[in-house]
């Protein structure tokens, strides 16, 4: 018997941006300088401490076609992002750049589905990728606009 396993996942959070986790700076950032008449500084960052938390459903791992609660989390491993900033001078700054590279992902599900290898393996993969996907939305969509009205709260210092 084939069984389409169907998984509807309701809503998510993603934590840990908060200290003592948070976003927290890798190294020193740059000294500012002069790029094309502005002062620029950058910085890399972890994203170790984020954590994102998904709550759904999922039916078709047994015969009966039962509906199950599912929840899955998402730790992110060695993940960083690169930032710079940039200002005029005399100017509030602005986020010039902001890029995550590809990033590990450690998924802890709430129970696990009764699943042979094959299906099990397939079922592993596309979670990890919906995961990723909806934490790239985050980190590209309301972390860098959160990021960009923080950094122009202080000028930047000359260089």
Known sequence: ???????????????????????????????????LGNITVSCYV???GLTAVYSGTYKGDSL???VKDLTVQGD????MAYLEI????GASPLLK???VPPFN?????????DLNSERR???????????????????YGQLQYALANAVRVDPLPMP
């Open 1 to 35: 018997t084939n069984r389409n396993l169907i998984v509807h996942f309701s809503n998510g959070k993603v934590t840990g941006l908060l200290p003592p986790l948070g976003l927290k700076r890798l190294g020193d950032c740059s000294a500012p300088m002069w790029q």
């Open 46 to 48: 972890r994203l170790d």
């Open 64 to 66: 009966k076609g039962q």
């Open 76 to 79: 992110l491993k060695g993940a």
């Open 86 to 89: 940039t200002a005029s001078v």
């Open 97 to 99: 750049s902001w890029s």
């Open 105 to 113: 992902l450690q998924l802890t599900l709430s129970r696990t589905p």
């Open 121 to 139: 393996q397939s079922f592993d993969r596309e979670l990890e990728s919906n995961v990723k996907h909806a934490l790239n939305l985050f980190l």
